[in-house]
Nanobody, 124 residues
């Protein structure tokens, strides 16, 4: 079992920055790849970024490329999402997720464990 807890969300003006954290427990975070997704009201859950088990490989959605960076600190069992140059369209609930078994990396069903989410609101 894996428990994931996100933090760091909040209200920020357009152009601002936030850093989200995802703390994992129950199993060493180095055992699995991690992803970030987001979901805005009335929309489907959307892939944001993914990082490999040891952090060598990352993949970022085109919509956030160049603005968002995913990273991990396995010693702290924590994954991060640094979000810069935020836009109102980035407003959503952000979720971290753990991929134990592998699959299509941009698809939510690939990820077996999910956090409860943290709200990010970007004002114009």
């Amino acid at each position: 079992q894996v428990q994931l807890v996100e933090s760091g969300g909040g209200l920020v003006q357009a152009g601002g920055s936030l850093r989200l954290s995802c703390a994992a427990s129950g199993r060493a975070v180095s055992s699995y790849a991690m992803g970030w997704f987001r979901q805005a009201p009335g929309k489907e859950r959307e892939f944001v970024a993914r990082i490999s088990k040891i952090g060598v490989g990352t993949y970022t959605a085109d919509s956030v490329k160049g603005r968002f960076t995913i990273s991990r600190d396995n010693a702290k069992n924590t994954v991060y999402l640094q979000m810069n140059s935020l836009k109102p369209e980035d407003t959503a609930v952000y979720y971290c997720a753990a991929d134990i078994s592998g699959g299509v990396i941009t698809t939510p069903i690939t990820y077996e464990y999910w956090g409860q989410g943290t709200q990010v609101t970007v004002s114009s």
